[in-house]
């Protein structure tokens, strides 16, 4: 083979293994074989001095040149995988920005609880405490000092969940589940003096039957003014304010009498029926009546301001005790108050 073809063949075969060279590695292994100390086109290089002047002039200009070429080929070839290998790492980590987005699973407040904070803010917003109270309570509180004695048929409108305590606490009558938050009336009367104004929120319990409208363990907020000059008018003036404010101007709310022994005169207030506007003789929600019952209020009985030491002929209150699963039912059109506390989540969501 004459030194020109051995130095074309080099070239072929150093193109061809450039080409194939896909890394680093294989870039330097390449180098050393063609261009390195003992590489092939180094070699032909080294053995110019033993040829011919003519010849070696010609070869040499001819492997001089492919050396400058190669070497500038390898540096083409580095930039080309480096280009390949930023290319592929840019598409692996690739975002699909036009794709929809992962639903995030929010957690949400029960209807009971945004309810109940919106009842306490609109009576803080007139000035009424938030203050909480016990769920075990005595007779003496739930009931006797409401002015409703053992024997007395008024026990009947709570049937309640008695708890045995032992014998521990017969002198007080014993203890139970509060059969509503009206206690805190006299447990804050007990230890505070006019002017009051407070909010008592809390669960209550009644060992009855459950219905559309009822349940065993339900919470009220109980209302408690006592001050100079406090009538029927304030107490008439607070709550349609308040109706007002939870179900908007356009809901009708009535007041009429009603009897609780704690109060003189008692009332109950209703708020027009959301689900058949009194239409629908069999309605679940109002029985036909086309009216919810949301509290109980009145006057409180001057019996119990004596008993607390205040002086009855200057100290007149009003008290009231509503039941907010039936405010929640009226703001949110829910005509079952057992969804409240069935946890279904398909309930859940929708507030
Ligand atoms: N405690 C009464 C009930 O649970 C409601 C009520 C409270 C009535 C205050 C009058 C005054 O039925």
């Not at 704690?262 to 029926?273: K, N, R, Y």
């Amino acid at each position: 083979m004459s030194a020109v073809d051995a130095v074309r063949e080099i070239e072929e075969q150093a193109r061809a293994g450039l080409a194939a060279a896909s890394d680093e590695r294989a870039l330097e292994a390449w180098r050393s074989a063609v261009l390195g100390r003992s590489g092939s086109l180094t070699g032909v290089l080294r053995s110019l001095g033993e040829l011919a002047p003519e010849e070696r002039r010609a070869l040499g200009a001819a492997a001089n040149r492919l050396k400058g070429e190669l070497e500038a080929a390898l540096e083409a070839r580095r930039d080309e995988l480096k280009q390949t290998a930023l290319r592929a790492s840019v598409t692996a980590g690739a975002l699909d920005v036009t794709l929809p987005g992962r639903p995030l699973h929010r957690g949400r407040y029960h209807p009971l609880t945004l309810t109940l904070r919106e009842i306490l803010a609109t009576f803080e917003r007139m000035g009424f405490a938030t203050i909480e109270g016990p769920e075990i309570e005595h007779d003496a509180y739930n009931f006797e000092a409401l002015r409703i004695p053992a024997d007395h048929p008024a026990r009947d409108m709570w049937d309640t969940f008695w708890l045995d305590s032992g014998g521990e606490w017969e002198g007080a009558g014993g203890l139970l589940l509060r059969t509503h938050t009206s206690p805190m009336q006299a447990r804050y009367m007990e230890t505070h003096e006019p002017p009051i104004r407070i909010a008592v929120p809390g669960r209550c319990y009644r060992y009855e039957a459950t219905d559309a409208t009822h349940e065993w363990m339900l919470q009220q907020v109980e209302l408690l003014v006592v001050d100079e000059g406090v009538s029927m008018a304030d107490l008439k003036g607070t709550l349609q304010e308040f109706a007002r404010a939870m179900f908007g101007p356009e809901r009708r709310v009535m007041m009429r009498n009603s009897y609780f022994p704690f109060v003189e005169p008692g009332v109950e207030i209703a708020v027009d029926c959301f689900a058949c506007a009194g239409t629908n003789p069999s309605c679940p929600v109002c029985r036909g009546s086309g009216w919810l019952e949301i509290m109980g209020a009145g006057m409180v009985h001057p019996e119990i301001l004596e008993r607390m030491g205040y002086e009855t002929e200057r100290y007149t209150g009003f008290a009231a005790g509503m039941g907010v699963e039936r405010i929640a039912m009226l703001r949110y059109g829910v005509d079952d108050i057992r969804n409240f506390y069935q946890n279904d989540l398909r309930f859940l969501r929708q507030f």
